[in-house]
């Protein structure tokens, strides 16, 4: 037992060791919170963060710059700004010294100003052209920034929103108001922990002008991502030149695009875009269309690629220009980019009907064809024949397919031309009769043209006997089949 107690003594010492060391972190966070102000929790997450708090030199510095400026306490977020504050000397007599206290003063008494250790360096560099403030101060209404405290109570008033706050002044009562009320109802925060700069001159502007305040607030409503502190006063005030319910129209449709849904601020890039279309507002609601039926195509939001959508909507001449594209874009025309090519093909088939038709006839047919610019011509060709529609589902079953590759002049000619015979019915019946009969070049369907044209009929190829005639269709296929009808007539 004798022997053991040694180790038992070991262990009490330990003990009263740990003990002591608890307690003395104990004593320092009391002291911190006592002498800087911060709450107990605060206190002892700035002990374990910053432990020079502790120190003697740092408690002097503090209460030196607190008595000063007038300071309430240390603010937890200003813990870290103080610590590398207290390390210079020169910055510190600035802070303590007449011009910095005597500015500290004004602003805490005209706006309620709480100097903060992360705004010296810009406090002292103020106190050295007053001036600068004198304005502000003197333009200082209390009524205004009560306004202002109403809305945000727990935000503090930063050195870079004095100016901005100042401007109130010159806004009338019922306008600050209304727009309070309005960012109210639209949710936009003046601030949390402190009011924003940005949106205060935001706030100024929008109260003093009506358009302004309806701008905004469509751009809020339709521009999800939308933070209203990276609006920029110039772009809000250009846009608000545009009549609210256009703009509100067009946000409409603009906003559930990927670009526009992805837009955080509002600057002269997307305030010209906007402006083009505001010309045809209806145009807006093309870069939704495209979007859903390429999902290749990626807005840009770039001058160029407005005043392509504004031609586009111009196209139709009855004013349908969506419906129009729609009817297009289902036969999967490729817009990955709205480069001139690309829009004035789609210029083209929006403004002509029967384009169109001739685009969707052919896409109906074969599925794997994507129409492009270079096809324009041989649409054309095809656009002067009634429906190919029938003749072209007819001539798939010959083996005819247009997938991955593009109609030629030729050949676009020669489905003209079978269009005008109304020869879908003899194809078909070809197909009954000569199941291995094929069609799959320009020169074999110049052949079944050329049959056409000799006015062979279904009921002329039902007579022929079955399965007599197989492999591509050539000259000399067709003058058997030619033959064989006459001989059968």
Not at 58 to 78: H, I
Not at 166 to 173: D, I, T, Y
Request: one cysteine or more; proline letters at 6%.
């Amino acid at each position: 037992m004798n022997r053991a107690l040694p180790a038992v003594l070991l262990g009490l010492g330990a003990m009263v060791a740990c003990r002591s060391a608890d307690d003395v972190r104990r004593d320092k966070a009391d002291r911190i919170e006592q002498v800087y102000g911060l709450a107990p929790a605060e206190a002892r997450v700035a002990l374990a963060q910053h432990p020079e708090l502790s120190e003697a030199a740092s408690e002097r510095t503090f209460l030196r710059v607190k008595e000063a400026l007038g300071m309430p306490r240390l603010a937890p977020d200003d813990v870290a700004a103080f610590t590398q504050v207290s390390k210079q000397e020169k910055l510190v007599d600035a802070l303590c010294a007449e011009p910095a206290v005597t500015l500290a003063t004004k602003l805490r008494l005209g706006f309620r100003y709480d100097a903060r250790f992360s705004e010296a360096q810009a406090l002292v560099d103020a106190a050295q052209k007053p001036e600068a403030f004198q304005r502000a101060i003197a333009e200082s209404r209390p009524e205004k920034l009560d306004l202002i405290r109403a809305r945000a109570p727990l935000a503090r008033m930063p050195l870079a929103a004095i100016e901005p706050a100042a401007a109130l002044a010159r806004v009338p009562q019922a306008g600050l108001e209304r727009a309070l009320a309005r960012f109210a109802a639209l949710e936009v925060d003046l601030g949390v922990q402190e009011l924003d700069p940005r949106t205060i001159e935001l706030l100024a502007a929008v109260a003093s002008d009506p358009r302004q305040e309806d701008a905004l607030a469509a751009l809020v409503r339709n521009l999800p991502a939308l933070q209203v502190r990276y609006v920029e006063l110039p772009a809000l005030a250009s846009v608000a030149e545009i009549p609210s319910s256009t703009l509100s129209l067009m946000l409409e449709r603009l906003g559930p695009t990927h670009l526009w849904r992805s837009v955080i601020g509002w600057n002269g890039a997307e305030d010209r875009y906007v402006h083009v279309l505001s010309g045809r507002p209806s145009s807006a609601a093309l870069v939704s269309l495209i979007e859903e039926a390429d999902p290749d195509f990626a807005s840009a939001g770039e001058l160029a690629e407005a005043k392509a959508l504004v031609a586009l909507d111009a196209a139709s001449p009855d004013g349908h220009a969506r419906e129009a594209l729609a009817d297009v874009m289902r036969a999967r025309v490729p817009v990955d980019l709205l480069d001139q090519q690309v829009v004035s093909f789609l210029t083209e088939l929006v403004a002509k009907r029967p384009l169109r038709e001739a685009v969707v006839a052919l896409h109906s047919a074969f599925g794997g064809w994507r129409p492009v610019p270079r096809e324009l011509p041989a649409l054309a060709i095809l656009a002067e024949a009634p429906s190919a529609g029938p003749v072209a589902r007819g001539l798939r079953t010959l083996g005819y397919d247009l997938a991955g590759r593009q109609l030629s002049a030729e050949e676009a000619t020669s489905i003209a031309s079978l269009a005008r015979a109304d020869a879908s019915s003899m194809i078909s019946g070809l197909h009954v009769v000569f199941p291995r009969l094929s069609v799959r070049t320009a020169a074999a369907l110049a052949e079944l043209d050329q049959l056409a044209k000799a006015g062979v009929t279904r009921d002329d190829v039902l007579r022929l006997d079955a399965d007599s005639i197989q492999g591509p269709l050539d000259g000399a296929k067709r003058k058997l089949i030619a033959e064989k009808v006459h001989k059968s007539g």
